[in-house]
């Protein structure tokens, strides 16, 4: 962790003093420390962690090396560790125009630069350690998986599922769910974020989208089945987002545009269902659910070692069903790795 705050202090503009953060998740990525309020400043010469006394005690305890923790009183505090600041950069993609109004009337001599993207950016390149959570936390979401499929009868309602996915993962050694799980039976599956309700689960499709986190690291994967049997038009439909999915995956490699990666899943399904797939194809994923890089049509980024990104293509037809399948990989050095092993064939329970 000292590595990556030299790195922000590297990627720092030339005109800038430092940067103050507010984010939790960038905060604990930078100092180990997980909190929900507090802040961390980091200047040319030092990095102080400002936390109050719900986070003291574990913030001495789990700081990173070369990180000092101060007891935030009061706003004081923070102005005092300023006193030699003229530039200090901010969290533009977090802070709110209120917040940002404070720091400019409590810090009036003070130029801000938004400088929101240096720290999302060295967070999209995950090392071994990053890799080998969200890989636990993969592995505990399949034993979930694994386990709802002998759940699963009409008689089962939405909510059920969804609730007994997250038991199972929190029984598995998850810490936390990555999101809000999705299970979304019938027409339903045609909202790719449809919420569950206690509907008993409709014949036909079944989307469950769910993720578990450990130490922090989110995992990621969608799994559609059949409540019931499939006919001729739905075995089509999921072969179809399979085959998207194979289209995308063969193409994942280093120095790849996002775009790219998208236009090859997109394609496949525009010959068939055109207009169906509405969402980009996949995002980053790491202490957040979203992370960069997107896999989109829009996206300018290009593919980089260590990065984790999810491949989910979906068809989605209003009123009547839809299909996602959802893997995550992470770029390596020759292509990228699967870190889904969970079945893809045609399902019906």
């Known amino acids: ?43 040319r010469q030092k990095a102080l962690l400002f936390a109050d006394s719900r986070y003291e005690e574990a913030a001495q305890k789990h700081k990173a090396e070369g990180v000092d923790v101060l007891l935030l ?13 003229q530039c200090l950069c901010f969290e533009d993609q977090y802070v709110t125009c209120f917040d940002y109004k404070n720091y400019k009337k409590s810090w009036p001599d003070i130029r801000f630069i938004g ?32 386990h709802i499929l002998g759940f699963l009868s009409p008689e089962r309602t939405e909510a059920e599922v969804a609730l007994e996915l997250e038991y199972v993962m929190r029984k598995q050694g998850a810490d936390g769910i990555a999101f809000d799980t999705i299970a979304v039976s019938g027409a339903a599956s045609s909202l790719p974020h449809g919420e569950p309700t206690r509907q008993k689960l409709f014949p036909g499709f079944l989307t469950m989208d769910f993720g578990a986190v450990v130490n922090g690291y989110c995992s990621d994967m969608t799994r559609t089945v059949v409540i019931g049997k499939a ?3 739905m075995k089509m ?8 999915q194979q289209a995308a995956l063969s193409m994942i490699a280093p120095d790849v545009r996002c775009a790219a990666v998208d236009q090859a899943a997109r394609e496949h399904i525009d010959a068939v269902y055109p207009g169906a797939f509405g969402h980009g194809l996949g995002h980053g994923v790491g202490l957040d659910i979203h992370e960069a890089p997107n896999l989109s ?7 980089r070692p260590g990065q984790v990104v ?14 996602r399948i959802e893997d995550m990989v992470v770029i390596t050095e020759q292509g990228c790795i699967n870190l889904t092993k969970a079945p893809k064939n045609l399902i019906e329970c």
């Open 1 to 43: 962790m000292k590595q990556r705050i030299e790195h922000i202090r590297a990627s720092l503009p030339a005109e800038a003093d430092g940067i103050l953060l507010c984010s939790p998740v960038n905060i604990r990525y930078l100092t180990g420390v997980n909190l929900t309020d507090g802040y961390l400043l980091i200047t």
């Open 73 to 85: 009183k009061g706003i004081d505090v923070i102005t005092t560790a300023l006193a030699d600041v």
């Open 115 to 146: 400088c929101g993207s240096i720290v999302s950016e060295l967070r999209e390149i995950k090392n071994e350690d990053e890799i080998q959570c969200i890989e636990k936390a993969q592995r505990i979401a399949e034993k979930a998986f694994d």
């Open 231 to 233: 006919d001729a038009d």
């Open 237 to 244: 439909l999921y072969q179809t987002v399979l085959d998207a």
């Open 297 to 303: 049509p829009k996206s300018s980024k290009i593919l």
């Open 310 to 323: 999810t491949v989910e293509p979906g068809i989605y037809l209003p009123g009547k069903y839809g299909v």
